[in-house]
């Protein structure tokens, strides 16, 4: 029994756009999207997720911003961002705390169930494999040498601008010589990977662990992913079942 056999969950085809139109529950064929890579963010979707985000989040802004920024934003706090108008001694002890909550993810690290096991089956496939995070570049180089895994490109958040802008994975598809309608972006933010895929024209995939993301929720906030897994195991699915794998 093959590995894919053994994998195989139930997945859900959230995105109605006409290029997803073919039959979700049919072999790959010449009439499927050619697929020639795919993306994946880092924490949280590679790696377990480890940070206490809140807690940092609390941490940054204190209690009442905190809880000011929430209710304004439900699907999510775009803390890097929203520290870049603050004056520069305010940002720089933003950033140490920051970091520090990240180093104490490091010494935690994990690599996520199935992760080396998709990117052995993409290899298998000679599919390119990239990585978008918005972690520090001595996460993703940690990454690479505790699990033996090399992403190329790996765009960490010394690139600007990160993510949601389209602009990282639109410098993957240039570099790989790519469409982005040839590319998959893989990780567990509706609010910055999925929309970092969609503002691209790439196809999304969000990986939604805890059930938070049902269809009402992508809808209300205008970003619906054109897959939703469970885990890394069902993305084998999502792959063999609606793409023509072409490197």
């Known amino acids: 029994m093959t590995l894919l056999c053994l994998l195989r969950p139930v997945v859900f085809l959230l995105s109605s756009h006409p290029r997803m139109a073919m039959a979700h529950h049919a072999s790959a064929t010449a009439n499927s999207a050619r697929l020639r890579g795919v993306v994946f963010d880092m924490d949280g979707t590679l790696t377990v997720p480890v940070i206490d985000f809140p807690s940092m989040y609390r941490a940054v ?18 803390i890097l961002h929203h520290i870049e108008t603050w004056d520069p ?82 410098h993957i ?11 998959m972006i893989v990780g567990d933010s509706l609010k910055d990977d ?21 269809s009402s929720y992508c809808e209300a906030a205008g970003i619906v992913p054109d897959f939703k897994v469970s885990s890394l195991a069902e993305v084998f699915l999502i792959l063999e079942e609606n793409f023509e794998l072409k490197p």
Request: with cysteine; hydrophobic share 30%.
């Open 61 to 78: 802004l204190g209690e009442d911003e905190y809880s000011a920024m929430k209710s304004r934003n439900p699907s999510g706090i775009d």
């Open 89 to 170: 001694d305010k940002q720089r002890r933003a950033y140490e705390t920051i970091a520090e909550y990240e180093r104490q993810g490091l010494r935690r690290l994990q690599i996520m169930p199935s992760a080396k096991e998709l990117c052995d089956f993409l290899d298998s496939k000679q599919m390119r494999r990239g990585l978008i995070t918005r972690n520090v570049k001595e996460a993703v180089d940690l990454f690479h040498l505790r699990f033996g895994l090399t992403f190329s490109p790996a765009l960490s958040r010394e690139f600007h601008p990160y993510k949601p802008s389209p602009e990282p994975l639109l």
């Open 173 to 183: 598809c240039s570099t790989w010589d790519v469409e982005p309608n040839e590319v």
């Open 194 to 214: 999925v929309a970092c895929g969609k503002r691209a024209g790439a196809f999304t995939c969000l990986l939604d662990e805890t059930g938070r993301y049902d």
